[in-house]
């Protein structure tokens, strides 16, 4: 059963929640809008025995108007996460030959904290213990995937950091 304080979590920090569609093994796909951005994310996750740290739920915010790519880009992770049993790392690059967006240069996803929220976003606790680890899936440009493929990861999110691009937009 999924962590009581999951939803609350999800909507105090992502604003308001509909539940958009059922996925495989009981996970539910939510959709949540802010004035600044919509974020996708998924319920239920957490309760499945997957290999990870702690147990996790998906994130992805873009903005308004690209519902479409951060559904897709959850549910392609949560898949993938079903296919290989195994969650991800924070952070993890996970990088792709092709865009991984239709007409977009999107090539990538950085899984990591959330880079719009505080810290007390990425994990729900409960008497201090760590419950859930919210994983925020970040589009990566082609660029972006090659630095880190190159340079490793680290150089990636300090290069985010300082040049401050409009990671919401998968359109960049």
Known sequence: ????????????????????????????????????YVSFATRGLSDLDVAALKPQELVCSVLSGQDGAAAHLVTAMFEQILETDRGPLVPQLIPSQAPILDRTNIHGLLAASHPYLDDAFNTVTDNGDIRIQIVTLIPLTAAE????????????????????????????
């Open 1 to 36: 059963m999924t962590h009581p304080q999951l939803g609350d979590h999800l909507t105090r920090f992502l604003g308001a929640a509909t539940q958009v569609r059922q996925l495989d093994r009981g996970v539910q796909l939510w959709r949540h809008e802010r004035p600044e």
């Open 145 to 172: 995937v090659q630095q880190a493929q190159t340079g490793g990861l680290d150089a990636l999110i300090d290069t985010l950091e300082v040049k401050d691009p409009p990671l919401l937009d998968v359109t960049r």
